[in-house]
């Protein structure tokens, strides 16, 4: 069977949760990306969370910007989980002063930091989505819902045409008369684009990444590009540095 190559941007954040989460789906093969060689090697990208700004300007100096825009342009699929999805946001307000770089490509607008700042950190079970639901299978108790982890998060106000919504989140009386909003997005799709607010990879639930997974068999299956279907070589893909594995201390939270 084909192996999948998913690549984890990894200048910043919480890469290798997503790494951890990635190598547990069979015939998922996890890489590091930090290099536009790297880049090229992966059938689809993750980008974490993490501090958007800080990412922004290593990703800016490293002259990653214009390789990523060219990778999602390709139709190779893209993930950005809290900081990925103010990357991958058109229009984004709250910002620090004098901005950041954005990937963009999601036509929405993104409240950054929009849930307050890290003490105002949260978890919340929440109704599963339809991509997550199997089809033609009834869902078990504990999959109709999902753990939803926010930290310092930001959520999508507006969205245009063509974007998917794929899970909201309604707002407490307290948060409405703060923020004015009885809900906002916190996932949406658009063609090859992902992005949710909260950090699945902070769970041991795989759902949403298998979702991602299959965006990347998807692409794999429509590629006319030989170089697109061409079988890994986990020999040398999974010998990353000792870094990409998650040490035994630092378990994904249960």
């Known amino acids: ?18 790494m951890f989460l990635l ?3 069979e015939n998922v093969v996890a890489t590091e990306v930090r290099t536009e060689e790297q880049l090229k090697m992966v059938d689809g990208l993750v980008i974490p969370g993490g501090e ?11 002259g990653l910007l214009p390789a990523l825009r060219a990778f999602e342009r390709e139709g190779k699929p ?30 929405c607008l993104v409240h950054r930091n929009f849930f307050g700042a890290q003490i105002n950190s949260f978890e919340s079970q929440l109704p599963a989505p339809d991509c997550l639901k199997k089809e033609g299978q009834e869902l078990s108790k504990d999959e109709e819902t999902f753990r939803a982890v926010f930290i310092r998060a930001p959520a999508i106000t507006e969205v245009g045409e063509g974007v998917e919504v794929l899970a909201k ?12 909003h009885e809900s906002v997005i916190i996932a949406v799709r658009s063609k090859n684009l992902m992005a949710t607010s909260f950090h699945p990879e902070l769970t041991a639930d795989t759902r949403w990444h298998r979702y991602f997974v299959d965006m990347v068999k998807e692409y794999l299956s ?3 590009d030989g170089h697109h279907n061409r079988q890994v070589d986990i020999s040398k893909t999974a010998s990353a540095p000792k870094s990409s594995y998650r040490p035994r201390d630092l378990p994904v939270y249960q």
């Open 169 to 180: 989140y309604v707002l407490t009386k307290e948060e409405l008369l703060q923020s004015g």
């Open 52 to 62: 958007s700004t800080t990412m922004a300007l290593v990703a800016e100096k490293w």
């Open 222 to 224: 429509t590629s006319v």
């Open 23 to 25: 190598n547990k789906i």
């Open 78 to 107: 893209v993930w950005g989980t809290c900081a990925g999805l103010i990357f991958l946001a058109d229009r984004a307000t709250g910002m620090k002063e004098g901005g950041q770089a954005l990937i963009g490509g999601i036509d």
């Open 1 to 18: 069977m084909q192996q999948i190559r998913v690549g984890v941007l990894a200048l910043q954040g919480s890469f290798r949760e997503h």
